[in-house]
């Protein structure tokens, strides 16, 4: 069974400190993705990442920075969190290229940014 | 890009009836979709998912449907059952590693 590990299912941060989220997966799967969940506008991708240093923006990539160097590892980075950054985030991973590959979730991590 | 609509945001069904969800996309060359199911406080988790080059797919009490030339696609879960409600969402990926969701369906069923 895939298991993808976010590092923490909660983080309260403060406003302009610097937080990393951290996502393994232990499939050797190629593809990683950040999604941010938000109540009534479903899941939105942040970047995605189809091999180790390669990275793809999404759809709201603003504020946020990733960084791929292993396979199993896929860090989204707030470089100055900001209160609008308060959200569920939701990392995922697939096994092909090509996008027809189902997703797979992590348990998700809950900032919230005072 | 992609741009998937999901209706209805919310839907309450009696135990024993049907729920249908229904999406649209927008871009053509899309040819993956997927269906997620999220319970309160945890992943979301595949249930189900089609390709273009099928119009129907079915599993148990869930199917699937795609209308390719008016893009859309649709959930049908039959007989319900109350660990049936959760949130689900559709997603739409044209192949190039990037998927898009919809807003989610909140579907409750009442015992």
């Known amino acids: 069974d895939v298991k993808v590990t976010q590092s923490s299912r909660y983080l309260v941060k403060r406003t302009g400190e610097k937080v990393f989220l951290e996502c393994v997966q232990d499939?050797?799967?190629?593809?990683m993705f950040w999604y941010r969940q938000d109540p009534g506008l479903g899941l939105r991708l942040i970047y995605f990442?189809?091999?180790?240093?390669?990275?793809e923006k999404g759809d709201i990539p603003e504020g946020y920075s990733v960084s791929r160097e292993k396979k199993e590892r896929f860090s989204l980075i707030l470089e100055s969190a900001s209160t609008n950054q308060t959200s569920m985030y939701l990392c995922a991973s697939s096994q092909t290229r090509g996008g027809r590959s189902p997703l797979h979730f992590g348990n998700g991590t809950r900032l919230t940014v005072t | 890009g992609e741009n998937v609509e999901q209706h209805p945001s919310t839907l309450s069904v009696q135990e024993g009836d049907s729920a249908v969800i229904k999406c649209t996309y927008s871009d053509s060359a899309s040819n993956y979709f997927p269906w997620y199911k999220q319970e309160l406080g945890k992943r979301p988790q595949l249930i189900i998912d089609i390709r273009s080059n099928v119009g129907e797919k079915k599993d148990q009490r869930i199917a699937v449907t795609l209308n390719k030339t008016a893009k859309h696609f649709s959930l049908h879960i039959t007989e319900t059952q109350p660990e049936d409600s959760a949130v689900y969402f559709c997603?739409?990926?044209?192949?190039?590693?990037?998927?898009?969701f919809g807003a989610g369906t909140r579907l409750t069923v009442k015992p």
């Open positions: 997603a739409a990926s044209k192949g190039n590693n990037d998927m898009r």
């Open positions: 499939m050797d799967h190629e593809n």
């Open positions: 990442s189809y091999d180790v240093k390669m990275k």
